[in-house]
């Protein structure tokens, strides 16, 4: 194939999970050029152009599908045909129907999937009192990350052409319930320093007018979980009765799997 010596990093992450392996692919490829792209809390709709990039998508999976809001952002991208290594990053019960999800997306926006993998990272509900994959990824995927990283440009360079790339998944998709709106809140140990209103990929948390008090529109909200990770003062909270099963039934740990 034809020799690239750039490699774009896309990736929707609020927690930072999906961030993490997405730049752990892009070292082990080791380009001399790179270029990020983080969709997080971008939410313009002006076009990104992508030419002869190896471009790594990557996204957080919620419910087993995509993350609606990393869908929605990355529909921007123009992919003119790039090769594009697939990354969904889940909290340790399963990926169903997002890799192929992502998949789709990704030949929808021109690009030509390359590589694909499902990782681990930390789940969005995990509390130091329920813990589910808790400080994943660690040293151990990141360098599976990598070495997968390595692997897809390995491929690149030896074939002379990309054939469809198979990944696990079912069409139609995993249909998802109704959402029921539902936000963090914030305890009687918050004293507003705005750190949650930084973290939310969707702005829907602000400070009151009189700067008393965090207010959240939870029809906002997606539930990342983003705001009580990076409360300073353990003052954000976010009550879900999945939290306890999770913690419960999905407690051993599951390795990445990759797709080529």
């Not at 969709?39 to 599908?65: C, H, M, Q, W």
């Not at 959240?216 to 099963?245: G, Y």
């Amino acid at each position: 194939m034809n020799p690239l010596t750039t490699t774009r990093i896309v990736y929707f992450s609020p927690t930072h999970t999906s961030e993490k392996i997405a730049r752990a692919v892009g070292e082990g490829i080791g380009m001399p050029r790179r270029i990020e792209t983080d969709l997080t809390f971008d939410e313009s709709s002006s076009p990104i152009e992508i030419k002869n990039e190896l471009t790594i998508l990557a996204a957080p999976v919620y419910g087993g599908r995509v993350a609606p809001a990393a869908l929605k952002r990355m529909k921007r991208l123009k992919g003119n045909g790039s090769p594009a290594i697939l990354l969904a990053v889940y909290g340790n019960r399963d990926y169903e129907d997002a890799l192929i999800e992502l998949h789709d997306a990704a030949v929808s926006l021109g690009f030509t999937p390359l590589s694909a993998g499902a990782f681990v990272g930390e789940h969005s509900y995990s509390t130091p009192e329920l813990p589910i994959a808790e400080g994943r990824p660690d040293e151990t995927d990141l360098q599976k990350a990598r070495d997968f990283g390595k692997e897809s440009l390995q491929k690149w360079e030896r074939i002379a052409a990309v054939a469809p790339l198979k990944v696990k998944g079912n069409i139609p998709y995993k249909e998802l319930p109704p959402s029921r709106p539902a936000c963090p809140t914030c305890t009687d140990n918050c004293f507003v320093c705005g750190e949650c209103v930084d973290a939310c990929p969707t702005h829907a948390i602000r400070i009151a007018d009189d700067g008393s008090r965090i207010e959240t529109d939870m029809n906002l909200c997606i539930k990342c979980c983003a705001c009580v990770k990076a409360c300073p003062n353990r003052a954000r909270t976010f009550f879900s009765p999945f939290a306890a099963i999770l913690h419960e039934k999905f407690n051993t740990r599951r390795e990445p799997e990759v797709f080529f």
